[in-house]
């Protein structure tokens, strides 16, 4: 069985190394070399021989560009050995970018690998071929999640505010994506995200942790505005493995302002009710949340945000703005578990969260600073993007 991992592990060296010959010399004459999936990937199929199996090494450059590759366990047993890992990869044809455990058999004779087989996610990896999208989708506690992943680098997560989707965080992903994997969500109830009975900021927050766990190999630094805020805080103070750092935007720790709640109740009907009211409160929301010098002087990104808030579908809106605003409880004492660094982002013309709010949650964290932003309201990532990178790549002076 030694000799049997030692052939692997000199396997994948080579083949890490993009010394085809040298793999080759791992590989049996007669190997079949098996990759399920559909035939328009082009390392898919069956094939017999050495000669086939250099044609497939030749191949895979042509296919894939790894980003990064890990072998993280091999189990030997009798003639098999188990390889369990994850790949990160470029497709080349359409620039998207794929990731997968993976587990391969190695089955071995004569001392050399005479048949491969790789279990991975071979749906992922037949739409990345087919499109350069990086929109992805999964059920995590049997609610439909949406979100875009891409780019390279260490891990950041970003999380919107309410009304708003993933694409509210697109000029922070086009400014980080050459030197960051970005993951930027749609909040349940928001875009391809969708809702189940009972979910709160607590059931929000524990499925963000449990796809992290699932999906991120390593703590990541967490980018919450407002509501999205509201379940970072959450997330890292009770899954703190999961987190390296918080970047707080334009959020709070407390409940909603006992006097706001009647106006939100009526919102929340107009949402149920006609196209036209439902155009009116998401007015009066962009109104509210962005400086009115933005708002003049960026009339058509205005307009596509307008028409991204009457996109989300109301019957599960509405349950988003029970969940972040009228049943929304404290969660001041929750500050004191914060240990990671906490970069908190006020706008001084926000009038959803004022800046106090970002205040408190600085001084009641571990490690705190908060920055207050000239000129910016409650949507500082899009009146002031580059203000959101600076805190993102480095703790803001």
Same mark, same amino acid.
């Given at each position: ?234 997330? &890292? !103070?009770?899954? $703190?493995?999961?987190?390296?750092? =918080? *970047?707080?935007?334009?959020?709070? +720790?407390?409940?909603?302002? %006992? #006097? ?46 307008? &028409? !991204?808030?009457? $996109?989300?579908?109301?019957?599960? =809106? *509405?349950?988003?703005?029970?969940? +972040?605003?009228?049943?929304? %409880? #404290? ?57 959101? *990178? ?8």
């Amino acid at each position: 069985m030694a000799e049997a991992r030692s052939i692997v592990e000199r396997y994948f060296r080579a083949f890490g190394a993009g010394d085809a010959e040298a793999a080759l010399a791992c590989v049996h004459p007669d190997a079949v070399w098996h990759v399920d999936g559909d035939p328009m990937v082009g390392t898919v199929g069956i094939i017999r021989g050495r000669d086939a199996v250099r044609a497939w090494q030749t191949r895979f450059p042509s296919s894939f560009r790894p980003i990064d590759f890990s072998v993280d366990r091999l189990m030997a047993e009798g003639d098999d050995v188990i390889a369990l890992g994850h790949f990160r990869h470029r497709v080349v044809s359409t620039g998207a970018i794929v990731d997968s455990d993976y587990a391969i058999r190695f089955t071995m004779r004569d001392g050399l690998i005479a048949r491969y087989r790789i279990f991975e996610d071979s749906l992922l990896l037949a739409r990345a071929h087919g499109s350069g999208s990086a929109a992805r989708s999964a059920s995590i506690n049997r609610t439909i999640y949406g979100w875009d992943d891409t780019g390279q680098g260490a891990p950041v997560l970003f999380l919107h505010g309410l009304f708003l989707d993933r694409h509210f965080w697109s000029r922070q992903v086009a400014a980080l994506a050459d030197r960051r994997r970005c993951i930027a969500f749609d909040m349940p109830g928001h875009g391809a995200s969708g809702w189940r009975p009972g979910l709160d900021l607590d059931g929000i927050a524990e499925d963000i942790a449990l796809w992290i766990g699932e999906h991120c190999r390593r703590p990541m630094t967490i980018v919450g505005h407002s509501q999205g805020g509201m379940v970072a805080m959450r997330v &890292a !103070a009770r899954y $703190r493995s999961l987190v390296d750092r =918080l *970047v707080l935007v334009n959020t709070s +720790a407390r409940a909603e302002y %006992p #006097d706001r709640l009647d106006g939100w109740r009526q919102r929340r009907s107009a949402l149920l009710g006609s196209d036209a009211g439902r155009a009116a409160v998401m007015s009066s929301i962009r109104q509210r949340t962005t400086a009115r010098h933005w708002i003049d002087s960026h009339p058509d990104e205005g307009a596509t945000e307008h &028409a !991204a808030m009457m $996109r989300h579908d109301p019957t599960l =809106l *509405v349950q988003a703005v029970d969940a +972040a605003v009228l049943d929304r %409880p #404290d969660m001041t004492r929750l500050l004191g578990s914060i240990d990671v660094p906490v970069d908190v982002l006020s706008g001084e013309l926000d009038q959803a969260t004022p800046s106090a709010l970002g205040e408190e949650i600085a001084s009641g964290v571990v490690d705190g600073r908060h920055f207050v932003t000239a000129g910016a309201a409650h949507h500082l990532p899009v009146e002031l993007p580059e203000r959101v *990178v600076r805190a993102i790549i480095r703790r803001p002076d």
